[in-house]
């Protein structure tokens, strides 16, 4: 049985990234619609060998349409994602917009994919925070083994992350240096170029960022909410690949060694962690790829039972897009579509 999907942004890195990944992974559709804003109609788009066009998303009869993929920011989310679950489509939404909503299950499925049932309620599946979710692929199997007390995370985030503006800006910026043009900072807070910013996204009352209470409140809902978990997040010159220095604390002993071999049993995990030159994973390795990589681990010898990890992964892919069409894999594996379109 193949089904109908819907996937909503789909000129935007993310939304792209989910179409070359709903043909290369071969998800069961019969059907894959395009959709944008009104701006970007009739936009070609790819899907596998196809070229599709994008059809206005104000103008789409959902009825029929089983996923609708969504990645188009978090205000036209909230605008839509609930009139669509209510046509009977199954929304997995890639903004914050309902990550936080108790009645909403927020998923990665090597972490949590027993969460999933939950999705009926509202008929809404929340995709994490890019640099969130590669954090709790490689955490839970620590946390399952030695049971995590508290995590200092300290992230290197791409500009992708800002989506396209932010990509063009760094690429700009870069090219201005080398020709000694006007640098002109409009996506960032400051420059980008030969530059790391700490700041992503708007600041809360307390100094924080919201990237950083993003990866605090998201990592309790998956993982565990007795987690202690402080962040600081940081925008790095790099186009593709989120990378994480993480400190963890556990309640049990354990060792660089047992680490090792317990993060190259676990699933969406590659470990790749030689003491010499080159020995670890970068951004630039892992842009395209699938998998969360795991290099430099080794015993915090100012902690008891205490580990620093790195970790990297394309956040255009296992941060967002990869993602999603895993929970929509796993809707399709466990049978769950069937049954929501039954009710």
């Not at 002993?253 to 699933?267: K, S, W």
Request: proline letters at 4%; glycine letters at 6%; hydrophobic letters at 40%.
């Amino acid at each position: 049985m193949g089904y109908k999907v819907a996937v909503v942004g789909a000129t935007g890195n993310v939304g792209r990234e989910m179409l070359n990944i709903l043909a290369e992974r071969g998800f069961p559709a019969d059907e894959v619609v395009a959709l944008a804003s009104r701006r970007s109609l009739n936009t070609e788009v790819s899907y596998g060998d196809k070229t599709l066009k994008t059809k206005p998303l104000d103008q789409y009869d959902f009825t029929g349409t089983d996923i609708c993929l969504m990645s188009a920011g978090g205000d036209v989310s909230k605008e839509w994602s609930p009139r669509i679950a209510a046509k009977g489509c199954v929304v997995i939404d890639n903004s914050s917009a309902f990550r936080y909503d108790q009645d909403v299950p927020l998923i990665v499925p090597e972490v949590n994919a027993d969460a999933i049932v939950g999705f009926s309620r509202k008929n809404i599946i929340a995709n994490p925070n890019c640099s969130t979710a590669q954090l709790v692929v490689a955490l839970k199997p620590l946390h399952d083994f030695a049971t995590i007390k508290r995590i200092v995370v300290s992230t290197y985030q791409s500009v992708s992350g800002a989506g396209k503006e932010g990509m063009d800006e760094l690429f700009t910026q870069s090219r201005a240096v080398f020709v000694a043009d006007e640098i002109e900072t409009r996506k960032f807070t400051k420059r980008i170029a030969f530059n790391v910013i700490p700041h992503i996204d708007v600041f809360m009352d307390d100094g924080s960022t919201k990237e950083e209470w993003k990866v605090m409140v998201e990592t309790k809902k998956m993982l565990d909410p007795k987690i202690k978990v402080t962040c600081t997040a940081v925008r790095v010159p790099v186009f593709i690949g989120h990378a994480e220095a993480v400190n963890i604390e556990f309640e049990k002993p354990i060792t660089a060694d047992e680490a090792r071999d317990i993060l190259r049993e676990a699933p969406g995990c590659l470990v790749v962690d030689k003491h010499e030159n080159g020995g670890y994973i970068t951004p630039y390795e892992c842009a395209g790829e699938d998998a969360t990589y795991i290099s430099r681990i080794r015993e915090d010898q100012t902690l008891e039972n205490g580990l620093n990890i790195w970790i990297v992964a394309d956040n255009l892919r296992k941060g967002a897009a990869l993602n999603t069409v895993q929970i929509a894999e796993l809707l399709v594996n466990r049978g769950l579509l069937k049954s929501a379109k039954a009710a």
